[in-house]
């Protein structure tokens, strides 16, 4: 996206040289709120948990626990360098600023990418849990109905599409809330059941909290960091927010919160009515437990909970993906036609765009048995790539500290550790990596990730001899050096 010059404004803010076309304020402190815990509260917790469950055992509330503190400063991360310059639209703006142009390229497409595979994955979802709800539907429809209603919500304004994350968020809370007040009841009644007394000494009494040593523990991050994708949504949503100042660190300081209620309480209900060795991959954990309270509906409430789960993680996926087509259009990074807004405000090719690669969901459905295979091989890259769009985070950071130590001092939303912190989230990257790589299928995905490494390099490589590039190549090596020769003055 576009890069923000050296001169400086009297707020010690660095102005955009040219005047694209602006997106609205329209996102207030609700819907801002309910996207983070909407990105943060993922369809693999309702769907995803039994296997990390089955494969972890208890360890798996540490696995949660440790992903989430260690988001949490990627997440303080971007919300100081956001604040720094209100100018900046997404964290891929201050990546393309601190790091270069190459770094706005990167990551924009790169989370355009992530954004897509997994909006892609979700309508797949969508149409199978559609087909348990309504047995004989044919696939295609649901696939295509959601990629319609979705379009048709994001079409109008921003504050449509907030407003439905709102109540899909809204919805995935209330049934966490209503898991965790069931499972209470169970508990301290002392539920029984044909896996036994619900009770908190499930916990640790089939095998302790570590039943599958060190390697089953392992393995839980590797299938729990899934989890988290799209925690970072409020990022993307920075441009459009009323009010950052106020909303973003509010939303943020919120995560470990919503992580030690929504993940980490949820899965101690889970386990202290069922022992962690009766759980499956594949099998809702959350229809599992509500079945067996004797709550016979549930199991088509969940359904629905999780229908609505995909619905708000594929209307993520648009939104997010349209603003970064967007962003990169206005870059020259991307083709101009996307660079362009509807009389609402709404980039609307770029939605059309997001909606058309939806639409490869529906093909897949009907590509055979490998699909589910090759999707959880596919996904898996995503989340990776992900990892790429955090570390960037990160890394921006790192430069922000050295090159304007003034605007850091003068910040009010500090990132707390600072630079030591960097390196310890960088450590735990590092180690995630090394998990993918104990088990095949995901080992398969780590060696297929360069691919779109090598694509998108091969297309930078392009896109850079043009000589609006080289201008900005040039333009920010100049800032660049300005702003390191006034740090170092300013530290002798």
């Excluded at 429809?141 to 968020?169: D, H, S």
């Excluded at 437990?289 to 209307?315: C, D, K, Q, Y």
């Excluded at 490589?461 to 590039?469: E, G, Q, T, Y």
Aim: overall charge positive.
């Amino acid at each position: 996206m576009t890069e923000v010059r050296s001169t400086l404004t009297a707020d010690g803010t660095h102005p955009r040289p040219s005047s694209p076309p602006h997106l609205a304020r329209s996102l207030s402190n609700r819907h801002i709120q309910l996207l983070a815990i909407g990105g943060a509260i993922g369809t693999g917790l309702f769907m995803g948990s039994g296997k990390t469950i089955s494969v972890a055992g208890p360890s798996v509330i540490f696995v949660y626990m440790i992903i989430g503190f260690m988001l949490f400063f990627v997440m303080r991360a971007m919300g100081q360098l956001l604040l720094s310059n209100l100018n900046y639209k997404s964290f891929s703006d201050f990546a393309g600023d601190l790091l270069g142009p190459w770094a706005g390229f990167f990551t924009g497409w790169t989370y355009w990418f992530c954004w897509v595979v997994t909006g892609v994955a979700d309508v797949i979802a969508i149409a199978g849990y559609a087909n348990e709800l309504w047995p004989g539907i044919q696939l295609w429809v649901p696939g295509v109905a959601t990629i319609i209603i979705l379009l048709l919500l994001n079409l109008p304004t921003v504050k449509a599409f907030g407003e439905t994350e709102f109540w899909f968020a809204l919805i995935k809370i209330v049934a966490i809330v209503a898991l965790i007040v069931v499972g209470l009841v169970m508990i301290f009644t002392g539920f029984q059941s044909n896996a036994g007394t619900a009770s908190f000494t499930n916990l640790w009494s089939h095998g302790g909290f570590f039943p599958k040593e060190f390697m089953g523990f392992v393995a839980g991050f590797q299938i729990a960091v899934f989890a988290f994708v799209g925690i970072e949504l409020v990022g993307t949503a920075a441009a459009e927010t009323k009010n950052p100042e106020h909303n973003l660190p509010r939303a943020i300081n919120a995560i470990p919160l919503r992580v030690m209620l929504f993940y980490v309480g949820a899965l101690i209900i889970l386990m202290s009515v069922t022992p962690w060795t009766e759980f499956q991959a594949g099998h809702s954990p959350f229809i599992g437990m509500f079945s067996l309270a004797g709550l016979g509906m549930a199991a088509m409430v969940v359904n629905l909970v999780v229908l609505t789960s995909a619905m708000s993680s594929a209307n993520s996926g648009i939104y997010s993906t349209s603003r970064m087509v967007f962003g990169l259009a206005n870059d020259g990074d991307a083709p101009k036609l996307f660079g362009r807004l509807s009389s609402r405000k709404v980039p609307q090719n770029a939605l059309f765009l997001s909606c058309v690669l939806l639409l490869a969901g529906v093909a897949l459905l009907y590509a055979g048995k490998d699909v589910g295979v090759a999707f959880d091989m596919v996904t898996t890259v995503s989340a990776v790539c992900f990892m790429f769009v955090w570390s960037i985070i990160l890394a921006s950071y790192l430069v922000f500290r050295k090159r304007r130590p003034e605007l850091h001092k003068a910040s009010p939303f500090k990132m707390p550790g600072g630079i030591p912190m960097v390196w310890v989230v960088f450590a735990f990257f590092a180690f995630l990596l090394w998990a993918l790589t104990t088990q095949p299928d995901t080992f398969t995905a780590l060696l297929v990730t360069p691919i779109w490494f090598a694509i998108l390099g091969g297309a930078y490589a392009v896109v850079r001899k043009s000589p609006f590039h080289q201008a900005r190549v040039a333009e920010w090596k100049a800032m660049a050096e300005e702003e390191t020769v006034a740090a170092e003055a300013a530290a002798v």
